[in-house]
């Protein structure tokens, strides 16, 4: 009956020591899962807005003093907005390509004032100077 008694006590100690290993082990390695629908498309989303970014940057730098390609890339930007506007999961984007449009048109309306600075400078000069000034 002792005997028994040992064993089966031993037979509980080596089941006891091995569940304290697997939980302890278990709470040492990481948690891993396959990622949702919603996660997919989360990382999705923000690996086209980095990419938007840096291609609308480049294309900013080369476009950057004419008014008619900024009027495309507000149009691009605005196309977004309307294409993304029922995702809640695009916030980021549409706040993106709203501070973008909002630069552009402020970049418009600074260009539109230098040509019209331009414009008016010719003019200045005829009067200021009258040997510039055209002769009978």
């Known amino acids: 009956m002792k005997k028994f008694l040992a064993i089966a006590v031993g037979v509980l100690a080596l089941l ?5 290993y697997n939980v302890w082990r ?4 990481p948690v891993t899962k396959t990622p949702g629908p919603i996660e997919t498309g989360r990382a999705k989303l923000r690996q086209q ?11 900013e730098k080369q476009d950057w ?9 507000i149009s691009g930007h605005q196309q977004r907005i309307d294409k993304l ?7 980021e984007i ?20 230098q040509e019209a600075a331009r414009a008016a ?14 002769q009978p």
């Open 26 to 29: 278990g709470s040492q390695e």
């Open 121 to 134: 400078e010719p003019q200045d000069e005829s009067q200021a100077h009258p040997a510039n000034a055209a």
């Open 65 to 73: 003093d004419s008014a008619v390609s900024l009027r495309r890339l």
């Open 85 to 91: 506007k029922g995702n809640t999961e695009a916030g």
């Open 49 to 59: 807005l980095d990419e938007a970014k840096k291609t609308e940057a480049l294309v």
């Open 94 to 113: 549409l706040a993106y390509d709203q501070a973008a449009i909002e630069r552009l048109e402020k970049r418009i309306v600074d260009l539109a004032a």
């Open 16 to 20: 006891a020591s091995a569940m304290i």
